[in-house]
T-cell receptor, first 112, second 114 residues
Framework: TQLLEQSPQFLSIQEGENLTVYCNSS?????LQWYRQEPGEGPVLLVT?????EVKKLKRLTFQFGDARKDSSLHITAAQPGDTGLYLC????????????FGRGTQLTVWP | DTGVSQDPRHKITKRGQNVTFRCDPI?????LYWYRQTLGQGPEFLTY????????KSRLLSDRFSAERPKGSFSTLEIQRTEQGDSAMYLC????????????FGQGTRLTVV
């Protein structure tokens, strides 16, 4: 059983479209991170959110941490082919500091 | 380059053989993590070190697996008597305490057991 559930698992869209990826849990996290992973490579950290309700923007990417710190979302505006990749959310829990719990990821494909 | 470095990038081994992977973390980072990722899954935690001390081990880390971090610098992960189910990407990451667990990952070692 995954502690963090990501949806959708796969997303295939045209260049210029907007999209949202969700990361949900019944558990509270002290922090939550989003990573992007290319095939055959390790995940690359995009952002960390720590405060309930926090919103962070990274160019066309907007990340939100839920008020109760149990869920998060990633919104991409005007997607580009270069955004293609596996998007992973990962959370740190106060009871098990030191380890990250990852979701299964959302595989995004953006077609030109 | 000051990123996390893993060696080898790829390893093919026969079932029953032992394999060892190496990870060199970002130099000023005092925490080092090992994760395993199989196809279609997110990374799963295996173990982590703070300096040279191994602070936590997952139940996934059977007694065939051992990790070390002598002198608190590089780390090795050894798998003894490999099984086909060990085939996966083994990821190493490092971070700086007391900051948040913002893990910086290496490129991984892809293990294939045949």
């Amino acid at each position: 059983t995954q502690l963090l559930e990501q949806s959708p698992q796969f997303l295939s869209i045209q260049e210029g479209e907007n999209l949202t990826v969700y990361c949900n849990s019944s558990s509270v996290f002290s922090s939550l991170q989003w990573y992007r992973q290319e095939p055959g490579e390790g995940p690359v950290l995009l952002v960390t959110v720590v405060t309930g309700g926090e919103v962070k923007k990274l160019k066309r990417l907007t990340f939100q941490f839920g008020d109760a710190r149990k869920d998060s979302s990633l919104h991409i505006t005007a997607a580009q082919p270069g955004d293609t990749g596996l998007y992973l959310c990962a959370g740190e829990r106060g009871s098990t500091l030191g380890r990250l719990y990852f979701g299964r990821g959302t595989q995004l494909t953006v077609w030109p | 380059d000051t990123g996390v470095s893993q060696d080898p990038r790829h390893k093919i081994t026969k079932r029953g053989q032992n394999v060892t992977f190496r990870c060199d973390p970002i130099s000023e980072h005092n925490r080092l993590y090992w994760y395993r990722q199989t196809l279609g899954q997110g990374p799963e935690f295996l173990t982590y070190f703070q300096n040279e001390a191994q602070l936590e081990k997952s139940r996934l880390l059977s007694d065939r697996f051992s990790a070390e971090r002598p002198k608190g610098s590089f780390s090795t992960l050894e798998i003894q008597r490999t099984e086909q189910g060990d085939s996966a990407m083994y990821l190493c990451a490092s971070s700086l305490v007391p900051r948040l667990v913002e893990a910086f990952f290496g490129q991984g070692t892809r293990l294939t057991v045949v």
